[in-house]
């Protein structure tokens, strides 16, 4: 039922358990659902970092005027999201150094890559110019761009 019904499988799982009735549980795909949960938030906050990363930048780097107001709405939500998920997840912060080390070197690519789309002439800084606070700080938010980083 595993692989044809996921979500009766489930069920009947929540329900063996309730019961007591271990013997007939699904003990392997049990296991692999349980590691299946913990990688899942750790990639959820590895994006979050990303898509910090990627306003942090384009409010930085970017000589563009708009649409910088939805990128501080959208960094504001980003951060409220990645600070829920460590407040209610507290063993993700072990993690934390490095998915914010994994997320920077996708942010840095996928922000060069925008920045070319737009045809912005800036250079993306190859170490991380953030550190893990100042990405959740909800007070920092660059105002323009940084002069020495244009193109």
């Given at each position: 039922?595993?692989?044809?019904d996921?979500?009766?499988?489930?069920?009947?799982?929540?329900a063996?358990?309730?019961a007591?009735?271990?013997?007939?549980?699904?003990?392997?795909?049990?296991?692999?659902?349980?590691?299946?949960?913990?990688?899942?938030?750790?990639?959820?906050?590895?994006?979050?970092?990303?898509?910090?990363?990627?306003?942090?930048?384009?409010?930085?780097?970017?000589?563009?005027?708009?649409?910088?107001?939805?990128?501080v709405?959208?960094?504001?939500?980003?951060?409220?999201?990645?600070?829920?998920?460590?407040?209610?997840t507290?063993?993700?912060?072990?993690?934390?150094?490095?998915?914010?080390?994994?997320?920077?070197?996708?942010?840095?690519?996928g922000?060069?890559?925008?920045?070319?789309?737009?045809?912005?002439?800036?250079?993306?800084?190859?170490?991380?110019?953030?550190?893990?606070?100042?990405?959740?700080?909800?007070?920092?938010?660059?105002?323009?761009?940084?002069?020495?980083?244009?193109?």
């Open positions: 039922m595993y692989d044809t996921f979500l009766r499988w489930t069920e009947e799982q929540a063996l358990l309730r007591g009735r271990f013997s007939e549980l699904d003990y392997e795909h049990i296991r692999e659902e349980l590691e299946d949960m913990g990688r899942e938030q750790k990639v959820a906050l590895q994006s979050l970092f990303r898509q910090i990363f990627i306003h942090l930048l384009r409010l930085d780097l970017s000589p563009a005027a708009a649409p910088r107001g939805k990128w709405d959208e960094l504001v939500e980003f951060r409220a999201q990645a600070q829920t998920r460590l407040e209610e507290p063993s993700l912060r072990h993690y934390a150094d490095e998915l914010f080390d994994k997320a920077w070197r996708q942010a840095r690519r922000a060069a890559k925008s920045f070319e789309a737009y045809g912005e002439a800036v250079t993306v800084p190859e170490a991380c110019p953030y550190s893990l606070g100042e990405c959740l700080d909800h007070d920092f938010i660059p105002t323009a761009a940084r002069p020495e980083h244009a193109g």
